[in-house]
């Protein structure tokens, strides 16, 4: 995202991560490419560094509170990311939309080398 100091924002991933976990109904990779488009459209209210945090969030809450993305309420998928060790819920990507798996499935097999969905391992 574009700051208002003409800077390039790009969240971190335990940040996605953590995310994705507080605002269950909403699909955070969707949100955050919206948020990018506000913010290019809309250079005389792009954030600060201290403060794009915060607006992410109340963004992600606006977006749960008005019933989350209609692609995450169709998920079925209730697998419980407090059974899995840690290296496994950062990797786990269950918690996708079924349009956003495909692309992060690529990512973590690339970076990581493996992926889990719903517990269940997958390497290269």
Not at 97 to 114: I, P, V
Request: charged share 25%.
């Amino acid at each position: 995202m574009i700051l208002a100091n003409g800077n390039h924002w790009e969240p971190e991933e335990a940040d996605v991560i953590a995310w994705q976990r507080a605002y269950k109904s909403v699909s955070v990779h969707q949100e955050l490419l919206a948020m990018e488009s506000w913010c290019d459209a809309n250079p005389s209210k792009r954030k600060t560094p201290a403060g794009i945090k915060k607006f992410v969030n109340a963004w992600l809450a606006r977006a749960k509170d008005q019933g989350g993305s209609p692609t995450v309420r169709k998920k079925t998928d209730n697998t419980s990311l407090r059974s899995m060790t840690l290296p496994m819920q950062l990797s786990d990507i269950s918690w996708l939309a079924q349009e956003d798996m495909q692309r992060m499935k690529e990512f973590f097999l690339e970076k990581y080398g493996h992926y889990y969905l719903g517990g269940v391992l997958h390497e290269n």
